[in-house]
């Protein structure tokens, strides 16, 4: 039987709170209670998002009070809200929760590294969701939770129950708020998973930089013999994932990694791969690590065999996998790497812009670190059918908290003081633009990086 907690402190009275359970349980009740729910051929739970197959950042809210209004940047990627707003729909996700017979708290921690480790608290009412977040964070072990004690952070994911439109500052029913004071995240009108991953990511992009450390939206491998460490920085869609995945070097992470003064450690306890034509000929690694215990959102089953059919866009193009990092056949663990030799900042260039592979001077590093050129690929966001063209800082803009300048602040000052080199790499399309050409091969680009 799971065990149980009491969610008293967090303004929920259901009695019926599964904390950690056994991911066997978690799929039983994903099968039995979630419509669309089922097994893959390979052993995975196959789940359904819903309306939304993807990030939402257009309704993310962050909460301006004394502290945050000076240290934030506020605009399109932070979007203001005040703290009564926030607290509505707080309310309004707690009453929600309160309906449920049942919930699920799944407690981990975000960060490798024991000197910056975060414990996050995840409230949810879905069994999919608490199996993706059971994959994505730290899973603490079965001392740590008994001594795990009250969270640094919690998100309430109330996304089957909407927003109220006409609250302030609402721009549609679905609604992604953050309270850095409060150190509570909330969620509503979405119950794409990916979501809390983000959210928890915005949350580090916030606390490490006030510590000196440099929160990165990148991958980072290791070489064999442990000497030499590479990161890769990207939006999604470059390849981030795909490169990690690397059969000639260890694996650190795919998606959100730290650099402090002493190297860099993953962010992640587990990895989030784009399912869109996976094929094991390609991708051996990640399509092996889709097993019992993965999770695959949004794919199309054959009814017959149980097969997945990752071609079948029928649902969404931004079909995903979540598996825990250990499914990774070259994963290193603990997370943690030293200081990168080599910085490679990945663009899916759409339009025929960018050479397969540049070396930067620390001058044009910087210059690309905070333009961001890239191409928003299908179905990464809601609403992008086909490549478009953007500009995101830091190669991570939607996930920023402080200005661009900050993070490439500490980043420069990294570069120079461990004499990394850094290098352009282009993922995207050649021999011309999307619609002409055709996308760079996989194997050239992997050829290119080692």
């Known amino acids: 039987m799971a065990q149980t907690i009491s969610l008293e402190q967090h303004g929920i009275s259901v009695e019926n709170c599964w904390r950690n359970p056994p991911v066997s349980a978690l799929y039983e009740a994903a099968l039995q209670h979630e419509k669309g729910s089922s097994i893959s051929s390979t052993g995975a739970l196959v789940a359904l998002s819903g309306e939304k197959t993807g990030r939402s950042p257009t309704d993310k809210r962050v909460v301006k009070d004394d502290v945050s209004e000076s240290e934030v940047w506020w605009g399109a990627v932070n979007i203001e809200l005040d703290d009564h707003t926030f607290e509505i729909n707080l309310e309004r996700a707690q009453d929600y929760l309160n309906t449920r017979e049942k919930l699920y708290v799944i407690d981990g921690f975000v960060g490798w590294d024991p000197k910056y480790r975060l414990k996050v608290r995840i409230i949810c009412a879905r069994a999919y969701h608490a199996l993706f977040m059971h994959n994505m964070l730290i899973r603490p072990s079965a001392e740590e939770l008994a001594d795990f004690g009250e969270p640094d952070f919690v998100v309430f994911n109330g996304g089957a129950f909407p927003a109220n439109r006409h609250t302030t500052g609402m721009s549609s029913k679905t609604s992604v708020d953050v309270s850095f004071a409060r150190r509570q995240f909330v969620i509503l009108g979405t119950e794409y998973a990916g979501e809390m991953k983000k959210g928890v990511f915005t949350v580090m992009n916030y606390l490490m930089p006030k510590q000196g450390v440099l929160s990165m939206h990148c991958s980072a491998t290791e070489s064999l013999d442990g000497e030499n460490t590479s990161i890769l920085f990207g939006l999604s869609g470059t390849g981030k994932t795909t490169l990690s995945a690397d059969p000639h070097r260890?694996?650190?992470?795919?998606?959100?990694?730290?650099?402090?003064?002493?190297?860099?450690?993953?962010?992640?306890?587990?990895?989030?791969?784009?399912?869109?034509?996976?094929?094991?000929?390609?991708?051996?690694?990640?399509?092996?690590?889709?097993?019992?215990?993965?999770?695959?959102?949004?794919?199309?089953?054959?009814?017959?065999?149980?097969?997945?059919?990752?071609?079948?866009?029928?649902?969404?193009?931004?079909?995903?996998?979540?598996?825990?990092?250990?499914?990774?056949?070259?994963?290193?663990?603990?997370?943690?790497?030293?200081?990168?030799?080599?910085?490679?900042?990945?663009?899916?260039?759409?339009?025929?812009?960018?050479?397969?592979?540049?070396?930067?001077?620390?001058?044009?590093?910087?210059?690309?670190?905070?333009?961001?050129?890239?191409?928003k690929v299908a179905g990464t966001e809601v609403g992008v059918t086909e490549p478009e063209a953007t500009f995101s800082p830091c190669f991570g803009g939607p996930f920023l908290v402080w200005h661009p300048t900050k993070y490439a602040e500490l980043l420069a000052e990294r570069l120079h003081k461990h004499d990394a080199q850094t290098w352009l790499v282009n993922t995207g399309w050649s021999a011309g633009a999307y619609g002409v050409g055709s996308r760079m091969s996989l194997k050239y680009t992997r050829a290119i990086i080692d």
């Open 250 to 375: 260890s694996l650190i992470g795919d998606d959100e990694h730290c650099w402090s003064d002493d190297g860099v450690f993953n962010i992640e306890g587990g990895c989030y791969a784009k399912a869109i034509n996976l094929t094991r000929e390609a991708e051996p690694d990640i399509y092996d690590a889709i097993r019992f215990g993965s999770v695959l959102e949004n794919v199309v089953l054959d009814p017959a065999t149980r097969e997945v059919d990752y071609t079948d866009t029928s649902i969404t193009k931004n079909t995903r996998v979540s598996y825990p990092i250990e499914f990774m056949g070259n994963a290193k663990l603990p997370c943690v790497s030293g200081h990168p030799q080599n910085v490679i900042f990945l663009a899916c260039d759409a339009f025929g812009v960018l050479p397969p592979v540049a070396k930067l001077t620390p001058e044009q590093a910087m210059y690309h670190f905070i333009s961001g050129y890239t191409a």
